[in-house]
């Protein structure tokens, strides 16, 4: 097993902290663009970091908190007690250079993505009412979309989130597909980093991530609130019989666009069922 699977290190407080820093290993050297933290609070438990150089969207993945950040108070944000409700989250964006404070009101679960940041974009409340939401896939490829912050909605320099609920039985980011190579419009590079939940939370999911050459080809058993990097190839997930998956989906690279390109072996099926 390689370096792309990341597990978290424990079951409350930080639980992931993944920087461009950390990131970087045998088969991601060239990791530069996102950031990904989770922070597992009891209610009363605060969590209190600054952005630095990076912009930030925080997401409260389950749960609710009081907020303030970029020099405001947002008082209570969150409605959600379980992700697998799949009603679309409350989200804070933040530019650079400021902080932010949440103090849980439940049990919470809060993601923060991040990566650089290009300006222009002031501190903003995404969601939950003004989220996209889309079904997505025929048959045994059918998920559902949160779209928090897709190329579509001007509310980032470089960040795309999204979230992605996948039934038992079902695949997702299928057919497999990569967005590796700096070729707009044919492509865009993004990396991407998969935060996943599985219903039951003793179950497991799947994860491949590979290139078209397998020079890269990596799969992986993923468990309730592991984090898959991927830094290039194509990345698919298979939920099993029994265990609903849910994913939060964090892209960024040299432009806020999300092309791609199906592996040509599996491209039949993106046709068939357009």
């Known amino acids: 097993m390689g370096d792309l699977l990341r597990k978290p290190t424990g079951s409350t407080g930080k639980t992931h902290d993944i920087t461009t820093a950390s990131a970087k290993g045998p088969l991601s050297p060239d990791w530069a663009y ?13 969590a209190a970091e600054v952005t630095g ?49 949440a103090t849980a009101t439940t049990d919470a679960t809060l993601a923060i993505c991040t990566a650089p940041d290009l300006g222009g974009y002031p501190a903003q409340r995404i969601g939950p009412n003004d989220i996209q939401t889309e079904t997505r ?3 045994t490829n059918t998920r559902y979309i949160n779209a928090i912050a897709m190329e579509d909605r001007d ?6 989130v999204t979230e992605v609920f996948t039934p038992a039985g079902h695949w997702s980011s299928y057919p497999p597909h990569r967005h590796d190579e700096d ?22 999911g799947i ?35 029994g265990h609903d998956m849910y994913y939060l989906n964090v892209m960024a690279g040299p432009r806020r666009k999300w092309r791609f390109q199906n592996h040509p072996d599996f491209d039949w099926i993106a046709k068939r069922d357009a």
């Open 155 to 160: 509310v980032a320099s470089s960040l795309l």
């Open 137 to 139: 896939g025929k048959g």
């Open 207 to 241: 994860q491949r991530v590979f290139t078209d050459d397998l020079g890269l080809d990596e799969t992986m058993a993923v468990a309730d609130h592991d984090v898959v990097l991927v830094p290039k190839g194509h990345h698919p997930c298979g939920a099993p019989y």
């Open 34 to 46: 996102v950031g990904f933290a989770t922070h597992r609070l009891a209610p009363g438990d605060t």
């Open 53 to 101: 150089d990076r912009e930030v969207i925080l997401v409260l993945v389950e749960g609710k908190a009081r907020i303030t950040g970029g020099g405001q108070d947002w008082g209570e944000m969150g409605d959600r007690l379980s992700v697998f409700d799949q009603s679309p989250p409350h989200c804070l964006y933040l530019p650079s250079g400021t902080d932010w404070q």
């Open 183 to 204: 070729d707009f419009p044919r492509m865009t590079y993004l990396e991407e980093t998969y935060y996943h939940r599985l219903n039951p939370a003793t179950g497991f």
